[in-house]
């Protein structure tokens, strides 16, 4: 089972950016699904969470630029991110609370996408 991110990159402030975020393997199914972003030196935060019925919540800091959403047919998370401001530049890990074939809960990792975000 793995977490395959993409879509980070650069972006101007003010633009917007998509990651999304796909998980494969053995999968029975997946409960919730978040992104997590770590600046330089610092412990990696929540942005984003959403649950599998999509109930979501944000940190105060994106909430209203930031939107989760997930499709569960294609077990993919994904995030817009529109007004992006300079300090929103970080890695970008998502995340997700795997159900394996033995019915255990995997928390599984994302490998990171930078975003950067020029002013």
């Known amino acids: 089972v793995q977490l395959q991110a993409s879509g980070g990159g650069l972006a101007q402030a003010g633009g917007s950016l998509r990651p999304s975020c796909a998980a494969s393997?053995?999968?029975?199914?997946?409960?919730?699904m978040g992104w997590y972003r770590q600046f330089p030196g610092k412990q990696r935060e929540l942005v984003a969470a959403?649950?599998?019925?999509?109930?979501?919540n944000y940190a105060e800091s994106v909430n209203g630029r930031f939107t989760i959403s997930r499709d569960n047919a294609k077990n993919t998370v994904y995030l817009q991110m529109n007004s992006l401001k300079p300090e929103d530049t970080a890695v970008y890990y998502c995340?997700?609370?795997?159900?394996?074939?033995?019915?255990?809960?995997?928390?599984?990792w994302g490998q990171g996408t930078l975003v950067t975000v020029s002013s």
């Open positions: 393997g053995s999968i029975v199914s997946i409960n919730e």
């Open positions: 959403i649950s599998s019925g999509g109930t979501t």
């Open positions: 995340n997700a609370i795997i159900i394996v074939l033995d019915y255990s809960g995997l928390d599984a």
